[in-house]
């Protein structure tokens, strides 16, 4: 059982900047792709970023291409989520969330992720 806890939400102005965390605990984190989602208000859940259980492959939503950047530290059982240039689009709660990695890829929809955060709220303003 994976524990995902998520940090570094808040409020930014557009063309601003911020760095979300995601620790994990419990499990073998190196086990685990690792995905980040989002979820706005009225909104489904979507998917934003992946990184590869070995951190040397990521994937991205064309929304956020160019502008966030997903990482991982394995021997801190950490993950991160740089998020650049913001816009009030990217208002939403984010999800980090963890997979068993028995696919080389990591998932791209939520229903293929095992594990999740309680989500952490950023807020994007005009």
């Known amino acids: 059982q994976v524990q995902l806890v998520e940090s570094g939400g808040g409020l930014v102005q557009a063309g601003g900047s911020l760095s979300l965390s995601c620790a994990a605990s419990g499990g073998t984190f190196s086990d685990h792709h690792m995905g980040w989602f989002r979820q706005a208000p009225g909104k489904e859940r979507e998917f934003v970023a992946a990184?590869?259980?070995?951190?040397?492959?990521?994937y991205y939503a064309d929304s956020v291409k160019g502008r966030f950047t997903i990482s991982r530290d394995n021997a801190k059982n950490a993950a991160y989520l740089q998020m650049n240039s913001l816009k009030s689009e990217d208002t939403a709660v984010y999800y980090c969330?963890?997979?068993?990695?028995?696919?080389?890829?990591?998932?791209?929809?939520?229903?293929?992720?095992?594990?999740w955060g309680q989500g952490t709220l950023v807020t994007v303003s005009p």
């Open positions: 990184i590869r259980r070995t951190g040397n492959s990521a």
């Open positions: 969330a963890a997979a068993y990695a028995s696919s080389f890829y990591p998932p791209r929809v939520a229903n293929g992720y095992d594990y």
